[in-house]
């Protein structure tokens, strides 16, 4: 078989004896094809070494071969983990990311996003929290035939559709540990307003107080932004109260930082003097002293998880759209930054 010079659909139609459309079907996964003629037609594809032309795929499928991640989210390494997640999935295929941050606090926010839809027309986007909490931008998605997916900390949507941790029930499980270990008083810095993941993790936080026959103290309350410097705030208002807690939990491992901090600051050893147990298990978590015990949050698993359903079937990425799961466990990683409180045992 002589090799064209730049061989096109038209060439691997007629060579394997059938329509373009059928060879479209191929390309794009389809699963509307019997598995002969997809081997007949791959055959012919790699032995014309026929490569797919995107502009030409884009203007037929009136889409771009873009997966655009949408984020108002003051969390950056969380964008960076989605990120790196995504973009394990796209490498060598046709897709590229692009990013799209928001304000969530702006009047014109749904409109900014239909604007950059209708201008880049994106194959499908992932929608970071708190955003992909807001059901106007999931129809907004829908109504201009936009594949999307949202993350969250509790499912929001159908399966197609999303991929959901158990907050909650991870951070139930993480304040037990402390209490096992003897803790009563224990602080909860919790996450800003207006978050599903703040209100999921103060709500495992005070199901383990409860369950334990603890008093649920609003005081042992404070609410930071995810940020570093919330965290050192928030710690010196309930390293301030007396008598002040013996352990904090805090709703992500960037807060639990600035509380360790604050207590260095303070002349308090970690754990001896106080315990601390974040969220997510960034680097931050293993890189500061002592190493942080802290709840695995599977984010660029999620991610992973997200684009195979966005892409999957299409542009040469595994299929899976169907298939991949919607539901995470986070887990416990237990470090040196919890021992029982001081006077114990």
């Given at each position: 078989?002589?090799?064209?010079?730049?061989?096109?659909?038209?060439?691997?139609?007629?060579?394997?004896?059938?329509?373009?459309?059928?060879?479209?079907?191929?390309?794009?996964?389809?699963?509307?094809?019997?598995?002969?003629?997809?081997?007949?037609?791959?055959?012919?594809?790699?032995?014309?070494?026929?490569?797919?032309?995107?502009?030409?795929?884009?203007?037929?499928?009136?889409?771009?071969?873009?997966?655009?991640?949408?984020?108002?989210?003051?969390?950056?390494?969380?964008?960076?983990?989605?990120?790196?997640?995504?973009?394990?999935?796209?490498?060598?295929?046709?897709?590229?990311?692009?990013?799209?941050?928001?304000?969530?606090?702006?009047?014109?926010?749904?409109?900014?996003?239909?604007?950059?839809?209708?201008?880049?027309?994106?194959?499908?986007?992932?929608?970071?929290?708190?955003?992909?909490?807001?059901?106007?931008?999931?129809?907004?998605?829908?109504?201009?035939?936009?594949?999307?997916?949202?993350?969250?900390?509790?499912?929001?949507?159908?399966?197609?559709?999303?991929?959901?941790?158990?907050?909650?029930?991870?951070?139930?499980?993480?304040?037990?540990?402390?209490?096992?270990?003897?803790?009563?008083?224990?602080?909860?810095?919790?996450?800003?307003?207006?978050?599903?993941?703040?209100?999921?993790?103060?709500?495992?936080?005070?199901?383990?107080?409860?369950?334990?026959?603890?008093?649920?103290?609003?005081?042992?309350?404070?609410?930071?932004?995810?940020?570093?410097?919330?965290?050192?705030?928030?710690?010196?208002?309930?390293?301030?109260?007396?008598?002040?807690?013996?352990?904090?939990?805090?709703?992500?491992?960037?807060?639990?930082?600035?509380?360790?901090?604050?207590?260095?600051?303070?002349?308090?050893?970690?754990?001896?003097?106080?315990?601390?147990?974040?969220?997510?298990?960034?680097?931050?978590?293993?890189?500061?002293?002592p190493p942080l015990t802290t709840v695995r949050w599977p984010i660029a698993?999620?991610?992973?998880?997200?684009?195979?359903?966005?892409?999957?079937?299409?542009?040469?990425?595994?299929?899976?759209?169907?298939?991949?799961?919607?539901?995470?466990?986070?887990?416990?990683?237990?470090?040196?930054?919890?021992?029982?409180?001081?006077?114990?045992?």
């Open positions: 078989m002589r090799k064209p010079a730049q061989p096109t659909i038209n060439d691997v139609a007629r060579i394997a004896g059938v329509s373009k459309k059928t060879v479209s079907r191929v390309i794009n996964r389809s699963p509307l094809l019997n598995e002969d003629t997809r081997r007949r037609v791959e055959q012919v594809i790699a032995e014309l070494g026929y490569t797919p032309n995107p502009q030409a795929r884009a203007l037929a499928l009136r889409r771009n071969f873009l997966i655009g991640l949408i984020h108002d989210n003051p969390n950056a390494q969380m964008v960076l983990n989605v990120q790196h997640g995504l973009l394990e999935v796209l490498r060598d295929t046709e897709f590229e990311l692009i990013l799209h941050p928001v304000d969530r606090g702006s009047p014109t926010m749904l409109d900014d996003i239909r604007a950059f839809l209708e201008k880049q027309r994106p194959y499908g986007v992932m929608l970071l929290p708190p955003i992909s909490e807001n059901d106007s931008l999931a129809e907004l998605c829908a109504g201009l035939g936009v594949r999307y997916v949202r993350m969250g900390s509790a499912p929001l949507d159908e399966a197609a559709n999303m991929v959901a941790s158990n907050d909650r029930e991870a951070v139930r499980g993480a304040v037990e540990h402390l209490i096992a270990a003897g803790h009563r008083r224990i602080g909860l810095i919790a996450g800003p307003h207006g978050f599903r993941s703040a209100v999921e993790r103060q709500a495992g936080y005070e199901e383990a107080i409860e369950a334990a026959g603890l008093p649920l103290q609003r005081t042992l309350i404070v609410h930071g932004d995810y940020r570093f410097e919330s965290g050192m705030r928030a710690a010196e208002r309930l390293l301030d109260l007396a008598p002040r807690p013996t352990a904090v939990f805090s709703s992500n491992d960037e807060m639990a930082a600035g509380v360790l901090h604050v207590a260095h600051q303070r002349g308090l050893t970690v754990p001896q003097d106080l315990s601390i147990v974040g969220f997510d298990d960034t680097p931050i978590a293993s890189h500061i002293w698993t999620m991610a992973r998880a997200a684009a195979l359903k966005l892409v999957g079937g299409a542009g040469g990425a595994r299929p899976g759209e169907d298939g991949e799961a919607s539901l995470f466990v986070s887990t416990l990683i237990r470090r040196a930054s919890v021992a029982p409180p001081p006077g114990a045992g």
